[in-house]
T-cell receptor
Framework: GQNIDQPTEMTATEGAIVQINCTYQ??????LFWYQQHAGEAPTFLSY????GLEEKGRFSSFLSRSKGYSYLLLKELQMKDSASYLC???????????????FGRGTQLTVWP | DAMVIQNPRYQVTQFGKPVTLSCSQT?????MYWYQQKSSQAPKLLFH???????NEADTPDNFQSRRPNTSFCFLDIRSPGLGDAAMYLC????????????FGPGTRLTVL
């Protein structure tokens, strides 16, 4: 099985930087995803890491350390529209397949204040 | 625009009355998934199709069934909904290749009276 842990809530102000951490324990690792989910809407893809290191995409960056079972999502120059839930998801390995199941954390509810 | 569509967006049913949720995609993806997401909880995978191959999660109740008549459409059937089945049901698709992300539909919020 999978065990994915991330903080329940975080707050920050407009223009600031926030880091959302995610730790995981998995029986087989095949990549880590970050999704953004606004209230009542579907999750939307933000980033994907499968190798150690930092992936940067505009205001958002994601870091992975496989040996530590740890990832973070870094959001820079926060805007009000960034208020949402941020879901960390780990994909496992299905033997003989590139496909794996995606296991989601409960999400971190980020509130951005003016 | 290529997308994942779910109908209806809101569904109300009565306790024990069968209900079907639908999902369609214009992405021509090989894989389609159904997730259940309860309030303030993580999306939980119920099952997925890789083309016509059906894969059920071990802890998905027998009350939940799925059909995929063709590449574009996938249905979630709840045979006898209970109060505990009230949730958001998310459909997602992916190409089925290594590293690809899943694209989610807007979800159907199910209420059981």
């Amino acid at each position: 099985g999978q065990n994915i842990d991330q903080p329940t809530e975080m707050t920050a102000t407009e223009g600031a930087i926030v880091q959302i951490n995610c730790t995981y324990q998995t029986s087989g690792f095949n990549g880590l995803f970050w999704y953004q989910q606004h209230a009542g809407e579907a999750p939307t893809f933000l980033s994907y890491n499968v190798l150690d290191g930092l992936e940067e995409k505009g205001r958002f960056s994601s870091f992975l350390s496989r040996s530590k079972g740890y990832s973070y999502l870094l959001l820079k120059e926060l805007q009000m529209k960034d208020s949402a839930s941020y879901l960390c998801a780990v994909r496992d390995h299905l033997r003989g397949s590139t496909l794996g199941r995606l296991y989601f954390g409960r999400g971190t509810q980020l509130t951005v204040w003016p | 625009d290529a997308m994942v569509i779910q109908n209806p967006r809101y569904q109300v049913t009565q306790f024990g009355k069968p209900v079907t949720l639908s999902c369609s995609q214009t992405l021509n993806h090989n894989v389609m998934y159904w997730y259940q997401q309860k309030s303030s909880q993580a999306p939980k995978l119920l099952f997925h199709y890789y083309d016509k191959d059906f894969n059920n999660e071990a802890d998905t109740p027998d009350n939940f069934q799925s059909r995929r008549p063709n590449t574009s459409f996938c249905f979630l059937d709840i045979r006898s909904p209970g109060l505990g089945d009230a949730a958001m049901y998310l459909c997602a698709t992916s190409r089925g290749t290594s590293g690809d992300e899943q694209f989610f539909g807007p979800g159907t919020r199910l209420t059981v009276l």
